[in-house]
């Protein structure tokens, strides 16, 4: 009778805290750039590769709650109360994108310029905290094989994964986009760059 009450109280206990499943950690990638491996120049989005930019631009306004109704809550009520919570997730402001892309890698670090307007930077095996106005993230980013790939893990566990590689002539960049929340993908875009 005992073992058996302290079987269901191990069971009941396990299963309560699988429910609190901790956020997921961001695992930091290698800081060793690959032998002959740069990716800098000038680049520029191909023709077959703009409608990226849209599906992107589109992923941004519904993550931002664009395609819900605007709903007037009366003055009376407590502040609380009117605001509107999106199903969106905050990793998107910290995705940029651009049809022109300027690509400086040093011996530590990748600088990417998106539009001549915009610019990031990644030091290679980084693992830090960031943060875009009052939205705070956890970003790793470095190399894996000959892809450089940035993680991005908002505070509600959506993640934004960028990886850069070049084509085996060098002539062509791809870089992929992809957000995941909840074990499901909400944007995944390939875009294809020339050399300019």
Same mark, same amino acid.
């Given at each position: 009778?005992?073992?058996?009450?302290?079987? +269901?109280?191990?069971?009941? @206990?396990?299963?309560?805290?699988?429910? @609190?499943?901790?956020?997921?950690?961001?695992? #930091?990638? $290698?800081?060793?750039?690959?032998?002959?491996?740069?990716?800098?120049?000038?680049?520029?989005?191909?023709?077959?590769?703009?409608?990226?930019?849209?599906?992107?631009?589109?992923?941004?306004?519904?993550?931002?709650?664009?395609?819900?109704?605007?709903?007037?809550?009366?003055?009376?009520?407590?502040?609380?109360?009117?605001?509107?919570?999106?199903?969106?997730?905050?990793?998107?402001?910290?995705?940029?994108?651009?049809?022109?892309?300027?690509?400086?890698?040093?011996?530590?670090?990748?600088?990417?310029?998106?539009?001549? #307007?915009?610019? %990031?930077?990644?030091?290679?095996? %980084?693992?830090?905290? +960031? $943060?875009?106005?009052?939205?705070?993230?956890?970003?790793?980013?470095?190399?894996?094989?000959? $892809?450089?790939?940035?993680?991005?893990?908002?505070?509600?566990?959506?993640?934004?994964?960028?990886?850069?590689?070049?084509?085996?002539?060098?002539?062509?960049?791809?870089?992929?986009?992809?957000?995941?929340?909840?074990?499901?993908?909400?944007?995944?875009?390939?875009?294809?760059?020339?050399?300019?």
């Amino acid at each position: 009778m005992i073992n058996r009450l302290f079987l +269901i109280l191990v069971v009941g @206990c396990f299963t309560i805290l699988s429910g @609190c499943s901790a956020r997921e950690e961001l695992i #930091a990638k $290698s800081a060793d750039v690959p032998p002959g491996m740069d990716l800098s120049g000038q680049w520029r989005l191909r023709v077959d590769s703009m409608d990226s930019v849209e599906r992107i631009g589109e992923a941004e306004r519904e993550a931002a709650g664009g395609k819900e109704n605007i709903l007037l809550v009366p003055e009376r009520q407590p502040q609380r109360s009117r605001q509107q919570s999106s199903a969106g997730t905050f990793v998107h402001v910290f995705l940029e994108t651009g049809t022109s892309l300027k690509v400086t890698q040093t011996l530590h670090a990748l600088f990417i310029s998106f539009d001549r #307007a915009i610019v %990031e930077e990644y030091r290679f095996g %980084e693992k830090r905290e +960031i $943060s875009v106005g009052p939205v705070m993230a956890d970003r790793v980013s470095g190399w894996e094989g000959e $892809s450089y790939v940035i993680e991005t893990l908002d505070k509600d566990g959506a993640k934004l994964v960028e990886t850069y590689r070049l084509s085996e002539d060098g002539r062509k960049m791809f870089r992929t986009i992809s957000i995941i929340q909840n074990g499901k993908s909400q944007l995944d875009v390939e875009q294809v760059f020339d050399g300019i």
